[in-house]
């Protein structure tokens, strides 16, 4: 079997359907979040005022009623009601095109790294994280319209390499939250739980891990770190070589579940991918099965880059 496959032009082309109806999906999601909460008048002292009330219940007055008021709150209502009629919409079109890709056995990532990846997006932490490791190829195969072979793609636990260069934003998000990272998770799976001997990985009843990993502490990087305020929460582990996985561009792609469900994968570029994985399989301590499964990820990505990837090409 030749290690490269390509898909077939059904299954391409609705992975392309599939695609345009997801980004659609999340763009839509983003406008109504614009228009969250409410806006009504209220009646005080004899006047009218516009009062814009948040989705947590925070109030604020906008002032008395006026032309301007007026027009504030017409806009809103209408710019409300048609991002949700939009969001409706393509959520109806998301879901037929989920039952498409399982027909078609479009996707073929875990179900619940596509979970994890839609929990934390779903907790406004996508932009904090970047996945590494063996599931990257899932993000490299999908951009290409091909598959690897499974050998290369075979294992247990979702590494998800956290950027300590953002960690005060990630912070103030997480305690406007009230939650813990391993909360986060739990939206994914409610099975996960952090190991007692291994702070940094979460580990769900199916035994599926996911690790969270950071680079070497520098530019004044708290160390250790842990994800949350939560004395039971995970902490990230220090991992030679993050840095230059936090260095590299990142690329991001749609990769599509067994189940038929998507998620956007944020990883970094192949070229970095390769060099990590060349550096990786040649370190004198690492494990030898893991270093024949290391080299034969980068001949890949390496022959991907080649064939289908022109753009990443030295």
């Not at 009062?51 to 002032?63: C, D, H, P, W, Y």
């Amino acid at each position: 079997m030749p290690p490269i496959l390509e898909l077939l032009p059904n299954q391409t082309r609705q992975y392309i359907d599939a695609e345009t109806v997801f980004l659609e999906l999340q763009r839509a999601r983003a406008e109504a979040a614009e228009v969250r909460g409410s806006m009504f008048w209220r009646t005080q002292g004899g006047a009218e005022y516009l009062i814009r009330e948040s989705s947590g219940g925070a109030q604020k007055s906008l002032g008395p009623r006026s032309v301007d008021t007026q027009a504030i709150y017409d806009r809103f209502k209408q710019r409300k009601s048609e991002a949700s009629s939009r969001l409706a919409a393509l959520t109806t079109a998301a879901h037929n095109q989920q039952r498409l890709n399982k027909a078609l056995r479009v996707g073929r990532v875990p179900g619940i790294v596509v979970k994890t990846l839609n929990a934390l997006e779903a907790a406004g932490l996508q932009d904090h994280f970047m996945t590494i490791g063996t599931h990257a190829l899932y993000a490299y195969e999908s951009a290409c319209g091909v598959r690897f072979v499974p050998d290369a793609l075979a294992t247990q636990d979702l590494d998800l390499l956290f950027d300590t260069r953002k960690r005060m934003s990630f912070v103030s998000h997480m305690r406007r939250m009230d939650s813990s990272f391993i909360g986060a998770l739990q939206k994914a799976d409610p099975s996960f739980r952090v190991m007692r001997d291994q702070k940094q990985t979460a580990i769900n009843d199916a035994g599926f891990e996911v690790d969270v990993i950071r680079r070497l502490a520098k530019d004044q990087d708290p160390h250790p770190f842990r994800m949350s305020d939560d004395e039971d929460d995970l902490w990230a582990v220090q991992v030679a070589g993050a840095e230059k996985m936090l260095s590299a561009p990142r690329f991001s792609q749609v990769v599509v579940a067994e189940t038929g469900h998507m998620a956007v994968m944020n990883t970094m570029n192949p070229v970095t991918f390769v060099a990590i994985k060349r550096m990786v399989s040649a370190a004198a301590n690492r494990d030898p099965k893991k270093r024949l499964k290391d080299a034969l990820q980068a001949d890949l990505v390496e022959s991907l880059i080649k064939t289908h990837m022109p753009q990443f090409a030295e």
